[in-house]
């Protein structure tokens, strides 16, 4: 029996399309793909406009449990959503709110690199070296420069960001549906588990612990556009699929 044969299309074609994708990464190079098709500020020499299509299917090349999280999300919570939303305002939904979580994470980091330039673009007072990795400045700080160089060379990837879309949605469509949580011996609503872990993001995101290098904000970001997208479109659930 085919295991992809009750999954709904756009589901299946989403896991299918981070697949290949994962195993190009690894094929070709994790650091070169990740550069290439990761997506980086829209000030960094090495952004590329289609990069923020395609870092939405691309992971890290560090660790497997990126690629199996988010795809077991994409499963677990995509299936039911595509069923109620039908395949095509599904598949919009997601792009949508992956764009969405980009938004929020370059108005993040728009305004750390205004808050030490005060400009959101280079203003001449520093040069990135992409090739090198380096920056030549002047009139900041070590550790503003150190700052500024790690949001020029840094790129983003996953699907995490529209994976909290899809987590809202879930949340709002089907609010008592029990969900079994790692670690957590005994199963939780979606009404309280998902704004939890929400507020955690939250949290983690204001914090800025050193060494996280999580897109707390890209979450967030899809977070709120799946919120706003479920309100505007007004999502029902259809009660014959769950």
């Known amino acids: 029996m085919n295991p992809l044969a009750n999954i709904p299309p756009v589901v299946k ?77 599904f598949l919009n939904f997601y792009l949508l709110t992956g764009l969405g979580a980009l938004a929020l994470q370059l108005m993040v980091q728009a305004f750390e690199v205004y808050s030490i330039t005060g400009s959101i673009v280079n203003d001449g007072s520093y040069i990135i070296d992409s090739a090198k990795g380096t920056i030549s400045y002047s009139g900041m700080t070590e550790q503003q420069a150190g700052k500024l160089l790690g949001i020029y060379l840094s790129s983003m990837v996953g699907a995490s960001g529209a994976i909290f879309g899809l987590l809202i949605a879930f949340g709002m469509l089907f609010p008592n549906m029990e969900l079994m949580i790692m670690f957590i011996p005994v199963p939780i609503k979606a009404k309280y588990i998902i704004p939890a872990y929400i507020l955690l993001e939250l949290f983690l995101g204001v914090k800025q612990i050193e060494g996280d290098s999580i897109a707390h904000y890209a979450h967030l970001g899809g977070a709120l556009f799946g919120f706003i997208l479920v309100k505007l479109w007004g999502l029902r659930r259809n009660d014959r699929f769950l």
């Open 13 to 89: 074609n989403l896991l299918i399309i981070n697949v290949i994708f994962y195993i190009a990464m690894m094929m070709f190079g994790g650091p070169l793909m990740t550069s290439i098709l990761g997506v980086h500020y829209f000030d960094s020499p090495d952004f590329r406009i289609w990069q923020v299509i395609t870092y939405m299917f691309m992971h890290s090349y560090q660790s497997l449990f990126h690629i199996m999280f988010n795809m077991f999300a994409l499963y677990s919570f995509g299936t039911a959503l595509e069923y109620v939303m039908g395949s095509k305002r």
